[in-house]
Structures are given as C-alpha cells and as structure tokens.
Nanobody, 121 residues
Framework: QVQLVESGGGLVQAGGSLRLSCAVSGRTFSSYGMGWFRQAPGKERELVAAIDWRGGSTYYRDSVKGRFTISRDNAKNTVYLQMNSLKPEDTAVYYC??????????????WGQGTQVTVSS
C-alpha cells in the first residue's frame, strides 16, 4: 500500500519561509516522479512544482518561480518543497503526489492527505 505523508505546514507571516516534507512508503520511491499541488478555498487544485525520479528535471508554476524549490532525497524516500518569500496568495492546502512513471509533471496516481499553509499579511 502506497502512503504519502506530508508535514511542515503552518502559519507564517508574509515574507517568511516554510519547508514541506512528504515521506513516501510502499513503492520504490527513486523510480517515480513527484509533485506538489495546492488548493485554495473556492479554487481548483493546481500543480506548484514537480521533479523527476532522479531530481535532474524540475518544473515550477510561474507564480512561485524564484521563491519555491522542490528537491528529493531518494535515500530517505522524501520529497521537499522549500517555500521562501511567502505571500498571502500562497495560502492553501498543499498536497504531494506520486507520479505514475519516472517523469513529472505527468499523471499522478497517489496523493497525500494535505497540509495547511497559511500566510498572514
């Protein structure tokens, strides 16, 4: 059974930083791409950042480029999202997702339960 468990969310002031972590179990983590999504109230879920199975290729949505960094530690079966210079519009529930194959962005088959990030102005 594949499980994804996020941690690291919380309340932070605008301009602050948070690091999200997602621990994966139940599959060969190093063989699959990963992604971070977010969903704000009343909005659709959107892809924030993605990373391929080796960590050699990354993707960021325009609104977070230069502020967020996705990384992975295959020895720890964990993917991270470092978020700097946070803005109130970054407030959302953040989800990690495991891709169907080695590349990401791509179809995602498994999801975590989500972690709340709230940025106050």
């Amino acid at each position: 059974q594949v499980q994804l468990v996020e941690s690291g969310g919380g309340l932070v002031q605008a301009g602050g930083s948070l690091r999200l972590s997602c621990a994966v179990s139940g599959r060969t983590f190093s063989s699959y791409g990963m992604g971070w999504f977010r969903q704000a109230p009343g909005k659709e879920r959107e892809l924030v950042a993605a990373i391929d199975w080796r960590g050699g290729s990354t993707y960021y949505r325009d609104s977070v480029k230069g502020r967020f960094t996705i990384s992975r530690d295959n020895a720890k079966n964990t993917v991270y999202l470092q978020m700097n210079s946070l803005k109130p519009e970054d407030t959302a529930v953040y989800y990690c997702a495991a891709a169907r194959g080695p590349y990401s962005p791509g179809p995602y088959d498994y999801w975590g339960q989500g972690t709340q990030v709230t940025v106050s102005s």
